[in-house]
């Protein structure tokens, strides 16, 4: 079997056929990037980059676009509230917004365009829908799409053609707005006091003012699919489920209107919610759930992996602290076999062995290809680690073969434990000193994992001490200098130091 994927525009699950055989363009819609995003909106880039892992794993090559909304309403709304200008109020949110991603091992776009910077594509894409009538100048001086002129509007959200509403009087100004009020829809915004006020207004040829929110996906998606491989229509584009209306469905519409063409992505898939205690985990309900906190509070980025994975990505998913703790148990599981294997696996599988890793790689593959079934594929890992285990209590021999399954594995779900993570209290960390001087260890690190270990705690009590000292500078050259030989240390809430291996 090959790749089958449910598509939002058909409701049903269809072959993955890309415009270009063995190319992927993938567009997922960016976080807003206004405040921290949280573990609901990260379960969509989560399902976003096992979907991205899938077809690399399967051998295309994939170009994936991810944005960060740094002007929009909200945005703007923030940044008023804090009184500063947007760029000094996103900048940060972007940066914390890498780092959650980074920690949770989703891999980076290839592309990971700021609305603000494009600008110009999103002008010159206005104009086009201008020139083609299907957008006109409202009184208020903002610039709208025509949902009338557009026959193809409410295809992806399916909704009645009766339902529209269109016409001057009927507009919707806001980026966020509800199906009962699809109507013509703002492509540009003229500018406000406050939009000034925060630097969020640019001159155009139809008035000065800012980008509504969804011609910023279309106007990047078009610009660098087509600087990078010359076509204006997308494989996949994803999000959450609560993209579909208006936010994917206008999208359709201006990127249809503009280039002439039928599709603006071939593959719509959308993302289901995560709730909290059966409600939306959403800002609006106050029951955010933050990866910084997951962090804080000693979660492990494969256990939160392998409990988001768990289920499937169109269903839903209640959050539940012990569902995280049995992810835990899970990964740790799996992360002991791993251990094991780097110890005893030699260079050749046994029959056994070998008939194991082909039914791993038969159930792995299938779920995977059939609308991303995270689930079974986990299910086939466990498989594959409860068999390799027993095998090993046997006596049998694994080799290559089993190593390369469990890389397979852990490239496409990354849901092992991060590291071998050892935690000291700040007091056990004894310092030689001389002269109230800390005698430090050499520079350069032992290779030997376990006198690694040894070292990296050495270096940690020494930067302990300098601390203590106030010597924050040498203090940050020791993080660094451990960080360039993949540990990291952490000084957790409670006073303990914790020194991990990085794997990758
Ligand atoms: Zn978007």
Same mark, same amino acid.
């Given at each position: *079997?090959?790749? #089958?994927?449910?598509?939002?525009?058909?409701?049903?699950?269809?072959?993955?056929?890309?415009?270009?055989?063995?190319?992927?363009?993938?567009?997922?819609?960016?976080?807003?990037?206004?405040?921290?995003?949280?573990?609901?909106?990260?379960?969509?880039?989560?399902?976003?980059?096992?979907?991205?892992? @899938?077809?690399?794993?399967?051998? $295309?090559?994939?170009?994936?676009?991810?944005?960060?909304?740094? +002007?929009?309403?909200?945005?703007?709304?923030?940044?008023?509230?804090?009184?500063?200008?947007?760029?000094?109020?996103?900048?940060?949110?972007?940066?914390?917004?890498?780092?959650?991603?980074?920690?949770?091992?989703?891999?980076?776009?290839?592309?990971?365009?700021?609305?603000?910077? $494009?600008?110009?594509?999103?002008?010159?894409?206005?104009?086009?829908?201008?020139?083609?009538?299907?957008?006109?100048?409202?009184?208020?001086?903002?610039?709208?799409?025509?949902?009338?002129?557009?026959?193809?509007?409410?295809?992806?959200?399916?909704?009645?053609?009766?339902?529209?509403?269109?016409?001057?009087?009927?507009?919707?100004?806001? /980026?966020?707005?509800?199906?009962?009020?699809?109507?013509?829809?703002?492509? &540009?915004?003229?500018?406000?006091?406050? /939009?000034?006020?925060?630097?969020?207004? &640019?001159?155009?040829?139809?008035?000065?003012?800012?980008?509504?929110?969804?011609?910023?996906?279309? %106007? *990047?998606?078009?610009?660098?699919?087509?600087?990078?491989?010359?076509?204006?229509?997308? !494989?996949?584009?994803?999000?959450?489920?609560?993209?579909?209306?208006?936010?994917?469905?206008?999208?359709?519409? #201006?990127?249809?209107?503009?280039?002439?063409?039928?599709?603006? %992505?071939?593959? @719509?898939?959308?993302?289901?919610?995560?709730?909290?205690?059966?409600?939306? *985990?959403?800002?609006? $309900?106050?029951?955010?759930?933050?990866?910084?906190?997951?962090?804080?509070?000693?979660?492990?980025?494969?256990?939160?992996?392998?409990?988001?994975?768990?289920?499937? $990505?169109?269903?839903?998913?209640?959050?539940?602290?012990?569902?995280?703790?049995?992810?835990?148990?899970?990964?740790?599981?799996?992360?002991?076999?791993?251990?094991?294997?780097?110890?005893?696996?030699?260079?050749?599988?046994?029959?056994?062995?070998?008939?194991? +890793?082909?039914?791993?790689?038969?159930?792995?593959?299938?779920?995977?290809?059939?609308?991303?079934?995270?689930?079974?594929?986990?299910?086939?890992?466990?498989?594959?680690?409860?068999?390799?285990?027993?095998?090993?209590?046997?006596?049998?021999?694994?080799?290559?073969?089993?190593? %390369?399954? &469990?890389?397979?594995?852990?490239?496409?779900?990354?849901?092992?434990?991060?590291?071998?993570?050892?935690?000291?209290?700040?007091?056990?960390? %004894?310092?030689?000193?001389?002269?109230?001087?800390?005698?430090?260890?050499?520079?350069?690190?032992?290779? !030997?994992?376990?006198?690694?270990?040894? @070292?990296?705690?050495? &270096?940690?009590?020494?930067?302990?001490?300098?601390?203590?000292?106030?010597?924050?500078?040498?203090?940050?050259?020791?993080?660094?200098?451990?960080?360039?030989?993949?540990?990291?240390?952490?000084?957790?809430?409670?006073?303990?130091?914790?020194? +991990?291996?990085?794997?990758?």
């Amino acid at each position: *079997m090959s790749l #089958q994927l449910h598509n939002t525009l058909t409701r049903r699950i269809d072959p993955f056929v890309p415009l270009t055989p063995g190319r992927a363009t993938l567009y997922t819609c960016g976080p807003t990037i206004y405040n921290y995003a949280h573990i609901g909106n990260f379960r969509t880039f989560l399902f976003e980059d096992l979907l991205r892992r @899938w077809l690399e794993a399967s051998g $295309y090559d994939v170009f994936h676009i991810m944005n960060l909304t740094d +002007v929009d309403d909200r945005t703007i709304a923030a940044a008023v509230k804090q009184g500063v200008p947007l760029r000094q109020h996103v900048d940060p949110f972007a940066r914390a917004f890498e780092e959650d991603r980074d920690w949770l091992r989703i891999r980076p776009p290839h592309a990971q365009p700021r609305a603000t910077e $494009y600008i110009g594509p999103m002008i010159e894409l206005i104009s086009g829908l201008l020139e083609k009538g299907v957008a006109y100048k409202g009184e208020d001086g903002s610039v709208y799409f025509a949902i009338a002129r557009f026959p193809a509007y409410g295809r992806l959200s399916q909704l009645d053609r009766r339902e529209l509403r269109a016409g001057a009087s009927e507009r919707v100004s806001a /980026d966020e707005y509800a199906k009962e009020d699809a109507r013509d829809f703002v492509l &540009w915004k003229a500018v406000k006091p406050e /939009d000034e006020a925060v630097g969020a207004a &640019w001159d155009a040829p139809f008035g000065r003012g800012r980008p509504g929110w969804h011609i910023e996906c279309s %106007a *990047m998606a078009l610009e660098l699919i087509r600087t990078k491989w010359g076509v204006d229509v997308l !494989d996949i584009h994803a999000g959450a489920v609560d993209l579909i209306f208006p936010h994917h469905e206008d999208e359709i519409a #201006q990127s249809c209107a503009y280039t002439g063409r039928e599709e603006f %992505a071939r593959f @719509w898939l959308h993302g289901e919610f995560l709730d909290v205690g059966g409600t939306k *985990m959403s800002k609006r $309900y106050g029951n955010i759930l933050t990866v910084r906190d997951l962090r804080e509070h000693g979660a492990d980025a494969g256990a939160v992996r392998h409990l988001l994975f768990n289920t499937h $990505y169109r269903q839903k998913l209640d959050w539940r602290d012990e569902a995280l703790a049995a992810a835990r148990e899970g990964s740790a599981r799996l992360g002991a076999f791993r251990d094991r294997l780097e110890l005893v696996a030699g260079e050749v599988d046994d029959a056994e062995a070998q008939a194991a +890793v082909e039914r791993f790689r038969d159930a792995f593959a299938g779920a995977l290809d059939n609308d991303l079934n995270a689930p079974e594929a986990l299910a086939a890992l466990h498989v594959l680690v409860r068999e390799g285990n027993r095998l090993l209590d046997e006596g049998g021999r694994l080799g290559p073969g089993i190593r %390369a399954a &469990w890389s397979l594995a852990d490239e496409v779900l990354a849901v092992a434990p991060s590291a071998r993570a050892r935690t000291v209290a700040a007091e056990a960390l %004894a310092v030689a000193e001389e002269d109230g001087i800390p005698v430090c260890p050499p520079e350069v690190p032992p290779p !030997d994992l376990a006198d690694g270990e040894g @070292w990296a705690l050495r &270096w940690a009590a020494v930067r302990a001490a300098e601390k203590r000292a106030r010597n924050f500078g040498e203090a940050d050259r020791i993080r660094d200098l451990l960080k360039e030989a993949g540990w990291e240390i952490r000084d957790r809430r409670d006073g303990a130091i914790e020194v +991990v291996k990085r794997r990758r």
